[in-house]
């Protein structure tokens, strides 16, 4: 797994190919409307399909505890990601050895994480379109658009987020099709701690 473009086509073409596709002639969600749902999120699960660079497929269920904390359970797998304190941890189970780790700023995930997404600043936003009733929009960090973007898919009434595709520094994609976004109350700061995985680990 390619550290910078884990859990992270065309981005219509998938909407479709899962029967997302909508009745078209719907407007585009505005950017501020899509910021202010991501900032509304908080704290939330779902199940998860990956496509992976290489083509391959896998399942898992996502956590998120925003701002800044993800957690990628992957079925049948021991491989675990991890983001918290700022960082990312892949915990791979088929090598030995730690984690590989570096900044979470470092991928374009931190866009959906940061504590005030804010699509409307200068220079992040690349592409705003609407395609079968869904709002497509890729976004990159304005400062350091050498470590890819996130092209993200909502659709609307309400805005929902079902997908996104990471495309990492090095041009490779990752796709992450979501089931539907579960609210729950709160999650406890172990669930996404590194320190504490590698402990369990060794």
Known sequence: MNIRSFALAPAAAFVLCLGLAFP??????????????????????????????????????????????VRFEYANDNTLVLASGGNVAIFDGKSSGGPQQYPLSQTPLSIILAANVNLGQANMVTGHTETENATVVTAQDPKHPEYGNIQMVFTPGPTELRQWVITDDSGQKTTVILGDLQKVGSMPASRFSITNEIGRRN
Do not use: C, K, M, W
């Not at 908080?42 to 996502?62: K, M, R, W």
């Open 24 to 69: 078209a002639l719907a407007e585009r969600i505005p950017l501020n409307e899509i910021s202010r749902y991501l900032n509304s999120l908080g704290t939330v699960t779902s199940a998860f399909t990956q496509v992976n660079p290489d083509g391959t497929v896998s399942t898992g269920t996502l956590y998120i505890h925003r701002p800044g904390r």
